[in-house]
């Protein structure tokens, strides 16, 4: 009857599981022989002993052989009652860790077959007590009866327990799973985006300048192709991350990209300004990447939407916050009433608020727009 392979173990789980399995061995055999000797064995080293080391030994590979553990343990017992004659010493409970480990395996139903039938005998190994004390015989065989219950029983629980943490866990580790892709699903979006405003405006003035000057096209072609190139190298890695096997991933876009950004701007005919005020080494990188994002997002809708020709990017970093505002000199909203929310701006509320910051973007009161977001700082208190 093969038994199945246990699984590996990290090495700290299998040195607590090695020094519990010795604790039970020499728990075996001290309460073994101790209830030997309680019950009238003067002689603990023809008996036992030898079957208390013997049983005590089986539990060391009781996790990799339980069944064979089990067994094993029940042909000494049997050995130790037909050679040393009947003792009141019990026959369940000597092996009482074999049986419970054995209980937590696939081969269950086994178990109470095997108990049952060391039941079985027994009781008729016991038969004498009846022409002497009825109640005691009964007692005898009902209380082996019931230990054994008890034993597979907690078997079955301790194995029903350790799937539903496990599933727990995997059901845990899905979870978080589905969250990373659906932040990645926004990166995605914010260098999409990105990167289709900033080339389509290269590819216009190119459009424009091809005929009059050649070489002004050919430089903006070359900034839309720039662009294009880093945007593939953002995607690919983000991409990887949404795949099973997210190794060889690039590092996430962060503080020291906010130059490339005001750069590949400037290159599509927005008049950029980056103001900085702080420290921006000390911000940690799931707070960089939100502002990163921000102004990334900010500029793109700029250039798509805002039809501006000037914009300002002011960076406060604190202790224990940073604030960042984009403003621009563009078409504002008739009225002042409130922007609509795309894809963009939404996203960008999203990713702040989960940070437990807040994002606000309307139009300036003499003309223009602006968003402001303030971000806490991960890990400050308040």
Request: a neutral charge; glycine letters at 10%.
């Amino acid at each position: 009857m093969a038994e199945p392979s246990p699984r590996r173990e990290p090495a700290p789980v299998r040195h607590l599981a090695w020094i519990v399995d010795i604790t039970l061995a020499v728990l075996t055999l001290v309460f073994f022989v101790a209830v030997a000797l309680a019950t009238g064995v003067r002689s603990p080293w023809h008996g036992p002993i030898p079957l208390g080391l013997f049983l005590g030994g089986l539990l060391l590979v009781r996790r990799r052989r339980p069944m064979t553990v089990l067994l094993l343990s029940i042909g000494g017992i049997f050995v130790y009652h037909l050679a040393v004659h009947w003792s009141p010493a019990g026959w369940i409970w000597p092996a009482a860790v074999a049986y419970f480990t054995a209980a937590t395996t696939s081969r269950v139903r086994w178990v109470p077959v095997i108990g049952l039938a060391q039941l079985v005998y027994s009781a008729v190994d016991a038969r004498w007590i009846l022409d002497h004390n009825v109640t005691r015989y009964v007692i005898h065989v009902a209380g082996e009866g019931l230990l054994l219950a008890i034993l597979v029983g907690a078997g079955v629980t301790y194995a029903a327990a350790t799937r539903w943490r496990g599933r727990l866990r995997e059901t845990d580790s899905r979870a978080h799973a589905a969250e990373e892709r659906l932040r990645v699903s926004h990166e995605v979006h914010d260098v999409i985006a990105h990167t289709l405003a900033v080339v389509g405006v290269q590819l216009n003035v190119a459009a424009d300048a091809l005929e009059d000057d050649p070489a002004a096209a050919a430089a903006a072609l070359r900034v839309a192709k720039d662009v294009r190139n880093r945007a593939m190298t953002d995607l690919r890695s983000l991409i990887t991350i949404l795949r099973d096997d997210a190794g060889g991933t690039a590092p996430q876009a962060d503080l020291a990209s906010l130059d490339t950004l005001v750069a590949d701007a400037r290159a599509a005919g927005l008049e950029v300004t980056l103001d900085e005020h702080g420290d921006r080494a000390a911000v940690p990188a799931i707070t960089a990447i939100a502002v990163h994002r921000v102004v990334q997002e900010s500029l793109a809708n700029t250039l798509k939407h805002a039809g501006a020709r000037r914009a300002g990017v002011t960076i406060g970093y604190q202790p224990r916050s940073i604030t960042v505002e984009i403003t621009d000199d563009g078409r504002s909203v008739p009225g002042g009433t409130d922007v609509a929310e795309g894809h963009g701006l939404a996203g960008m509320r999203e990713r702040v608020s989960a940070l437990g910051g807040t994002l606000t973007a309307g139009p300036l009161p003499g003309g223009g727009f602006a968003v402001r977001a303030d971000i806490p700082v991960a890990g400050s208190t308040a």
